[in-house]
């Protein structure tokens, strides 16, 4: 808990001490901190998940580099630690999601042997209620549609009330 409160500054936020013990407790989440001459230069998180039909991969969370650092290669070393790391663990892949806009991102991930995936869209449900910013849509995409879908009955076998 120490050093993730040391490394604070690197995260998009602070980090929350249950949420940080939280994660530390699943066998399934990594948290890589580099570190330059003892300070914390940047950190990785990665989380393993695993599918039926698909086996288990590793989805890199979040990786922050402090701004004094950055242009030294400490990124791609992360990257390259989780990626090292997901391979010992029996994963199958690495991903990512990242802002087209980042070029910082793009170029670490692409050095450290990431291939962006063409047409992708992601999706996000806010079920904290918080604010949001809207993602821009293209001129010729649709509007979405409004009131709600119809549904076909959900169960969940992994989950029994």
């Known amino acids: 808990m120490k050093d993730v409160e040391a490394a604070g500054h690197l995260f998009d936020g602070r980090p929350r001490r249950e949420a940080t013990e939280r994660f530390l407790a699943d066998e399934g989440h990594h948290l890589v901190i580099a570190y330059v001459d003892d300070v914390p230069a940047g950190i990785v998180?990665?989380?393993?998940?695993?599918?039926?039909?698909?086996?288990?991969?590793?989805?890199l969370y979040e990786l922050g580099v402090d701004e004094s650092f950055r242009g030294r290669g400490v990124g791609r070393a992360l990257v390259s630690a989780?990626?090292?790391?997901?391979?010992?663990?029996?994963?199958?892949?690495?991903?990512?999601?990242?802002g087209e806009d980042n070029a910082a991102a793009l170029a670490t991930y692409s050095r450290a042997g990431g291939v962006p995936?063409?047409?992708?869209?992601?999706?996000?449900?806010?079920?904290?209620?918080?604010?949001?910013?809207?993602?821009?849509?293209?001129?010729?995409?649709?509007p979405p549609t409004e009131g709600p879908p119809s549904q076909a009955p959900i169960t969940d076998p992994g989950h029994r009330t």
């Not at 989380?47 to 039909?53: G, Q, S």
């Not at 995936?117 to 649709?142: H, I, N």
């Open 45 to 59: 998180a990665g989380v393993e998940m695993t599918h039926p039909d698909k086996g288990t991969e590793m989805f």
């Open 82 to 98: 989780l990626a090292d790391l997901a391979r010992e663990r029996g994963c199958y892949g690495v991903w990512t999601i990242t």
């Open 117 to 142: 995936e063409e047409g992708q869209v992601m999706f996000d449900w806010d079920l904290a209620g918080g604010a949001r910013t809207s993602v821009p849509r293209s001129p010729t995409e649709a």
